[in-house]
């Protein structure tokens, strides 16, 4: 294209600002020019700039307007793309006047240019996928009336419990009976799997190297006082990467599941502690794929791994620690993952339950059927695409994946048809509170088939305010730089969050799911054990989607 | 709600007896349907003890399915009863309502008891299967010393319309159900009594818990744990999964229906193995509202209720003659001389059991986990 006046370049293969998903909105009245929006945006996405401008101006007693050109200091947006407004909203927290705003562009064109130099787009974050979830579609409609009362969530006691772990189907109990009364028959050899009394939302797998120091302290101590004090059995799952050496060796283990991944990080740590655990962890959990990027591996970039976290991982300092998208020595689910299975329940006696993680996926039945035969899986989780993560290539996060809801029923299905249902539990993650309906969401699912619910994502939003959406705010999660200090090992960033607050905001988010969970199984007439499977209770407005989960079509 | 009226007694008693006490409940049913199982039968099946006995209700062309299918399998009729129908207003008559004693096939006359059962209840369920498309043939029960009854009706006049004043039929156990039709269709398959291989059970109120239960309890792989008419026809085979297939004893069903609070296992001596079960059995937990009456093969009678009784049942009586109602003027009508100030009205931790022949009355605490 000719430039459009004469030898003055028309800024040809320059981006314009609507290519850019979110624009500034900065205003020039109210705008003191304190600097803290340009100080504290994490992509450096606002710059201080001067202009000449046109200035009308009138200061005596009458007014007497003049205009004059002047030199003035704005905030500008760049528009290079590696500088990109992110949407965090962090300027606008910072601005004494509010005179700062990101505003979403619909009409941006991002993504046709976030490939610089051939680096495909990473981020942190979920699926971008604003869309109303099935499990939000999902109406509980079974509602006891005059028939069979319902129960008073306030008066009735409720039973808001499930297990973790392998369960013996009833035709193998080990019992004895003794003149009328059952004992169990400890000279049968009979292996009896370990269980655990959990509350069926569990937090799950966010790594101590992707979480601040005090966001994992935060989480850990809530996990605490929620079972110390609260008498609500939470568990928590350490993510990848280790936990740290003091929490290993204390009496709060017992409300940890311990993850092993492909990486390996931080088993080095993790067995030297074993002979002085006092407790058991409430299980291991082995990693085969993350709902939010299946098929990609973990990355914790080198700026991240700083002492602390390269002492726990048993790595050296600043190098980028790279987990493979797959466990490289596990070529098969008959043997190889039966021998993992086999070998981490024996690290701990057979005294803790080992199941492993998997994105969702059209083959999460085969795999299901081959743990269904193995004696010492304890469970499958089942992480579904609207699942969160701190690193994946955006490609793998926003197009690769199964739902959970489709994918967790036809499992709890295929148990029914073996009659493991109750044998082995399935935990369902991925999406679960991405509009904020933790317990709904949680006890959908659990009419579906699932034990138990994991989240993540959630609890960073709503216990350390995370910034993230499905609109990619923010999203920055992989670099560093979290605005929010809560995936990010930098100090200055980190201090910005209080571990006691986040500890807090645990224990108010599950003391309010707990009552919600009853305020929804109340009214179907449940209370003393989870409505596992119970799928008469649920109800969906689209007919294929009905016949898909098998449950009743309601408009 | 539909209202439950059982006899136990050491004498022979006539139908008529838990209906007339349906009869005073009246105001919680609405007619809709009767069912009836009679155990330790008198009359013309007094002497019949050992032979199968198959209740049902067919239509012409069922009747000879019923009978090519009985002569192809071997079994031999040894005795029919035919109740003596009037005609009452608003019960449309089926053809043909009978219960007939068979001889076993030759080849089963010498086989064990368990093995004669499954053969007894695999007839069952065959007859059921090629009798059900078009309703040409119902089977209710075939199992020795075991008869049922079943119509769509007022109580009252379904007893006058099959005749049960007649004296002619006779027992020393009977459950009753007067049916409330509330979520289901009238199908005579999904009226009380259920029946199992000898353990019977009746029960009022919905069983939310119903689609986990009859999930876990079909895929058991046992042909029996079928037909599900009836959200409470898993109160039956619940029943018979823990006593018949698990061996466990009587009491061990209430704390499968309703598990104990881990703090309360606790305090029991047999704590072990009520963990491991509240595991295994979680499936079968109910959540009521819910009475259970029923009978055990060897004529233990039983009440139970969900645990938070929000269906609550009363057992009186004499020695010799226990009531198990759902209210208690049924139990005034069935044991009128009584010392009403020992009626047991079972809380949340009690199972009545009444011993066979009415023998005694005794109340298992779940939490103490003894009599
Ligand atoms: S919204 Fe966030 S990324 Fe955008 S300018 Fe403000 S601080 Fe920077
Ligand atoms: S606030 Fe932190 S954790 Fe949340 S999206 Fe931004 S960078 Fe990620």
């Given at each position: 294209m000719e430039p459009a006046a004469g030898s003055i370049l028309d800024h040809n293969h320059h981006l314009s600002l609507r290519e850019f998903p979110y624009i500034i909105r900065w205003r020039d009245d109210r705008c003191k020019r304190c600097g803290r929006c340009t100080a504290v945006c994490p992509v450096k996405a606002i710059a201080p700039s001067v202009k000449v401008q046109r200035i009308v101006r009138s200061e005596g007693p009458l007014p007497a307007p003049t205009a004059v050109r002047a030199t003035t200091h704005v905030v500008e947006q760049v528009t290079d793309i590696e500088r990109y407004c992110t949407g965090c909203g962090a300027c606008s927290l910072v601005c004494p006047n509010e005179a700062i705003e990101p505003e979403l562009n619909p009409q941006n064109k991002f993504l046709h240019y976030k490939n610089k130099g051939g680096d495909a787009y990473k981020r942190g974050g979920r699926r971008n996928d604003p869309s109303v979830s099935t499990l939000d579609r999902l109406k509980f409609t079974r509602i006891s009336m005059l028939t069979d009362p319902a129960l008073d969530a306030g008066r009735h006691e409720f039973r808001i419990r499930s297990l973790l772990g392998r369960i013996l189907p009833p035709e193998e109990m080990p019992l004895t009976l003794d003149n009328g009364v059952l004992g169990i028959d400890k000279k049968s050899g009979k292996f009896v799997p370990p269980v655990r009394e959990i509350f069926p939302i569990m937090i799950g797998s966010m790594s101590i190297g992707a979480l601040s120091p005090p966001m994992w302290e935060g989480l850990a101590m809530g996990i605490s006082y929620l079972n110390e004090v609260e008498g609500l059995p939470v568990v928590m799952a350490s993510g990848e990467g280790g936990m740290p050496p003091r929490l290993l060796r204390s009496k709060y283990l017992k409300y940890f599941i311990i993850q092993i991944a492909s990486g390996y990080f931080g088993w080095d740590e993790i067995i030297r502690a074993l002979p002085d655990m006092v407790e058991d962890p409430a299980a291991i959990e082995i990693k085969y794929g993350q709902g939010a990027k299946p098929g990609d591996g973990g990355l914790l970039m080198a700026q991240k791994v700083l002492k602390l976290i390269a002492k726990i991982r048993g790595v050296p300092q600043f190098v980028d620690l790279a987990s493979p998208p797959t466990h490289q020595t596990k070529y098969s689910i008959e043997e190889a993952v039966a021998k993992m299975i086999q070998s981490m329940s024996m690290a701990w006696g057979f005294r803790v339950p080992v199941y492993p993680k998997i994105s969702g996926s059209k083959t999460a039945k085969a795999v299901l059927n081959n743990l269904a035969r193995n004696p010492f899986a304890a469970g499958l989780c089942i992480d579904g695409e609207d699942g969160g993560t701190g690193a994946a290539y955006n490609v793998s996060m926003d197009k690769m994946g199964h739902p959970i809801a489709s994918n967790l029923r036809e499992c709890y299905l295929d148990l029914v048809k073996q009659g493991k249902q109750n044998e082995l539990p399935l935990i369902a993650a991925g999406g679960v509170g991405k509009k904020g309906n933790l317990a709904a969401n949680a006890a959908a699912l659990i009419m579906l088939g699932a034990s138990a619910v994991a989240v993540g994502k959630y609890i960073m939003q709503a216990a350390a305010d995370c910034f993230g959406d499905e609109y990619n705010r923010c999203n920055l999660c992989n670099t560093g730089k979290c605005p929010r200090g809560i995936t990010t090992q930098d100090p200055k960033l980190y201090r910005r969050l209080d571990s006691d607050k986040v500890a807090e905001r645990v224990v108010e988010v599950f003391k309010a799911a707990d009552v919600e969970l009853r305020k929804i199984f109340a009214p179907m007439g449940r209370s003393t054990e989870l409505p596992i499977g119970m799928s008469d209770g649920l109800s969906i407005d689209d007919k294929a989607m009905a016949e898909r989960l098998g449950i009743s079509y309601a408009c | 709600m539909c209202r439950l009226a059982a006899i136990t007694s050491n004498e022979y008693i006539s139908p008529m007896e838990p209906i007339m006490a349906l009869e005073t409940m009246k105001?919680?049913?609405?007619?809709?349907g009767l069912g009836l199982t009679l155990k330790n039968l008198g009359g013309a099946f007094e002497k019949l003890k050992k032979y199968p006995i198959m209740s049902g209700i067919c239509s012409m062309a069922g009747k000879k399915m019923l009978d090519d299918f009985m002569k192809k399998e071997g079994f031999t009729l040894k005795h029919e009863w035919k109740p003596k129908l009037k005609q009452v207003k608003g019960i449309v008559p089926h053809d043909y309502y009978f219960a007939r004693a068979y001889d076993y096939p030759a080849a089963f006359r010498n086989k064990s008891h368990q093995e004669k059962e499954d053969l007894l209840m695999n007839t069952r369920l065959s007859l059921r299967k090629i009798g059900e498309p078009g309703e040409a043939l119902f089977v209710f029960s075939f199992y020795p010393d075991v008869l049922t009854l079943k119509e769509v009706g007022d109580p009252l006049q379904v007893a006058d319309f099959f005749g049960l004043d007649d004296d002619r039929l006779k027992a020393k156990i009977i459950l009753a159900q007067g049916r409330q039709n509330t979520n289901y269709a009238i199908y005579l398959y999904a009226c009380h009594p259920f029946f199992i291989q000898g353990f019977c059970s009746m029960t009022n109120g919905e069983n939310t818990a119903f689609v986990p239960i009859r999930e876990f309890l079909s895929s058991r792989g046992f042909p029996g744990y079928m037909g599900y008419n009836s959200d409470s026809e898993v109160f039956t085979h619940i029943l018979h999964y823990a006593v018949r297939q698990l061996h466990l004893p009587l009491p061990y069903y209430k704390d499968i229906i309703t598990p104990l609070k881990s703090t309360e296992i606790d305090m029991r001596t047999d704590r072990e193995a009520l963990r491991l079960m509240k595991q295994s059995l979680r499936s079968l937990c109910i959540d009521g509202p819910n009475v259970i009456i029923g009978f055990t093969p060897d004529g233990t009678c039983f009440m139970v209720h969900d645990a938070k009784k929000l269906r609550p049942g009363v057992v009186g009586g004499i020695k010799g003659r226990y009531a198990l109602m759902s209210e208690e003027c049924g139990v005034d009508s069935a044991v009128p001389k009584r010392d009403r100030s020992k009626d047991l009205f079972p809380m949340k931790y009690d199972m009545v059991i009444v011993s066979p022949q009415a023998e005694e009355v005794k109340v298992w605490n779940q939490q103490q986990g003894q009599y």
């Open positions: - | 105001e919680g049913h609405d007619g809709s």
